[in-house]
């Protein structure tokens, strides 16, 4: 009865503090190994054409650790994308709070924009390719573009209504046409001289700002 009931102690006791803490540093590492593989197939071979096969033997894994870890090669771009969110704002909102913005101030904040694409093409060239193909990423690449404006309260919260609307919309219409035009020069390779597209987006933003 006593080893009996010593067993059942044993069966009982609590998992020693740390333990758990460790299995989810495991967890965040496969998960980030199986991200990174899919980034880098995306970009070799194209959304469409990566799997989740490809994505599991780059990461050194098989199909149902995939699985475990993402529903689908759509789940890891969102996951990407949730990753870089605060960067995106950090990087996109301060041009927002400019009270006297001048064409150097604006033409500055787009270098930097632009910049920051260039620091991260592959996730911004997966996201563009998913969003045809995935309405999920579509929603969230427009979450994505709400809460831009949203950091950028100065450029709308002074009005109401119906006007409001037609600002934020305006807004978020500018930051499409950045995004664009930002894909096209660091991705698409467009044959257009880079200071010139800053400067020609350096005047459309410079009239939004100060239209305010």
């Known amino acids: 009865m006593a080893d009996s009931a010593a067993s059942e102690r044993r069966r009982r006791r609590p998992e020693p503090a740390g333990r758990g803490t460790l299995r989810d540093e495991q967890r965040r590492l496969t998960r980030r190994r199986l991200a990174d593989a899919a980034l880098e ?91 045809p193909v995935e309405p999920n990423v579509a929603r969230r690449w427009w979450q994505g573009l709400e809460q831009m404006v949203d950091a950028m309260p100065r450029l709308w919260e002074h009005l109401s209504g119906e006007e409001r609307e037609r600002q934020r919309v305006r807004v978020v219409s500018k930051l499409v046409g950045l995004e664009r035009m930002c894909w096209f020069v660091v991705i698409g390779h467009a044959p257009v001289d880079r200071d010139l597209v800053l400067d020609g987006l350096a005047d459309e933003w410079l009239a939004l700002l100060r239209s305010v």
């Open 41 to 131: 197939l995306f970009e070799e071979v194209g959304y469409a054409s990566a799997t989740a096969d490809g994505i599991a033997k780059r990461a050194g894994a098989n199909r149902a650790t995939f699985y475990l870890h993402y529903g689908g090669k759509a789940d890891v771009v969102l996951a990407l994308m949730d990753g870089m969110h605060d960067d995106v704002i950090a990087t996109v909102a301060p041009v927002g709070a400019l009270e006297a913005p001048t064409f150097d101030d604006v033409r500055a904040w787009l270098a930097r924009v632009l910049s920051f694409f260039e620091a991260n093409r592959a996730l911004v060239d997966a996201h563009h390719q998913a969003i």
